[in-house]
T-cell receptor, first 115, second 111 residues
């Protein structure tokens, strides 16, 4: 049973560029959340997707956008990259309903470096 | 009211000792309290979680103690091992809302 997978593992971009990160949820999960984790800090919630719709959003600018596909996989897009966007980007998945609905499982993350 | 306050920021424990990390919350609507373990460069791994209808949950060497009236919960790691050295995060959430995270505790187990 595959867990949450993310690609790519590492990415280096320059300021002003755009980036797309990908996530496949754990088998049986239909909800995907994205987090940004700066070095030495806790994860910061970006947004959550359920049934292909953005259900919740954290305090991130519109440069951060996402998408969820019918197979529940998801993409995170960041436009006009800034140096401050350098971080570990984490994807988490959970079941949208049921007793364990908020048990989130995380992928290994994508390390984004903006130069 | 949305914050989760975690302490200590860092902790050094001798091998075989008990590691204790504490968290406090304000929002009484929270109904799910997980603990995550994170190694450098890796994603957080769900360690153990509790809901407010029980006061304690134990899984192996890991125990969550939950005090609903004090709005506090803690993680106890018994017989701490060097392999437990990691950063630990508490979190809280309600219904289908986002996880609210503590600031993390860097745990070092000395051999």
């Amino acid at each position: 049973d595959a867990g949450v997978t993310q690609s790519p593992t590492h990415l280096i971009k320059t300021r002003g560029q755009q980036v797309t990160l990908r996530c496949s949820p754990k088998s049986g999960h239909d909800t995907v959340s994205w987090y940004q984790q700066a070095l030495g800090q806790g994860p910061q919630f970006i947004f959550q997707y359920y049934e292909e719709e953005e259900r919740q959003r954290g305090n991130f600018p519109d440069r951060f956008s996402g998408h969820q596909f019918p197979n529940y996989s998801s993409e995170l897009n960041v436009n006009a990259l800034l140096l401050g966007d350098s971080a570990l980007y984490l994807c988490a998945s959970n079941r949208g309903v049921g007793l364990s609905y908020n048990e989130q499982f995380f992928g290994p993350g994508t390390r984004l470096t903006v130069l | 009211q949305q914050q989760v306050k975690q302490s200590p920021q860092s902790l050094i424990v001798q091998k075989g000792g008990i590691s204790i990390i504490n968290c406090a919350y304000e929002n009484t609507a929270f109904d799910y309290f997980p603990w995550y373990q994170q190694f450098p460069g890796k994603g957080p791994a769900l360690l153990i979680a509790i809901r407010p209808d029980v006061s304690e949950k134990k899984e192996g060497r890991f125990t969550i103690s939950f005090n609903k009236s004090a709005k506090q919960f803690s993680l106890h790691i018994m017989d701490s091992q060097p392999g437990d050295s990691a950063t630990y995060f508490c979190a809280a959430s309600r219904a289908h809302y986002q996880l609210i995270w503590g600031a993390g505790t860097k745990l070092i187990i000395k051999p």
